[in-house]
């Protein structure tokens, strides 16, 4: 499956980011000039790895029989301090007390699995280019 998104500026740093029929504002907090309309673009990032990890673990729940309840995913990070510095991500998966061990630890090795993990751990390659054209959309 191929992905897109497309960010256009609305206002200073806000910006509307399109994905398929989906609109997403993003913008930075007032104190670094934006008006705090949306996530950052690095929260962003981070609640799609949460959302991702949850929506993967109740796939995975569904396909095998069990009731997960009301598991949540919290996850946070450090951006690197600079540049070569790893970054490191803390993913926390809350459980409730309907679950047991070998579940958990099952739900732990899967939560690995989702796609977003698998791009943030494996090795990212940029195609980059500037294209000039006669009038931005």
Known sequence: MKVAARAVREDQFRHAV???????VVDEPSELGGH?????????????????????LQMYAERKGWDIGDLEVECRYQPAPERGCPTRIELVLHAG???????????????????VHRILDGEVMFDERVERVARVA
């Open 36 to 56: 705090d309309d949306g996530p950052t673009p690095q929260e962003l990032l981070i609640g799609s790895l949460a959302s991702c990890t949850a929506i993967t």
């Open 97 to 115: 007390e309907g679950i047991d061990d070998e579940q958990l630890e099952k739900l732990r090795v899967i939560a690995t699995k989702c796609p």
């Open 18 to 24: 399109r994905m398929r029929t989906h609109t997403v």
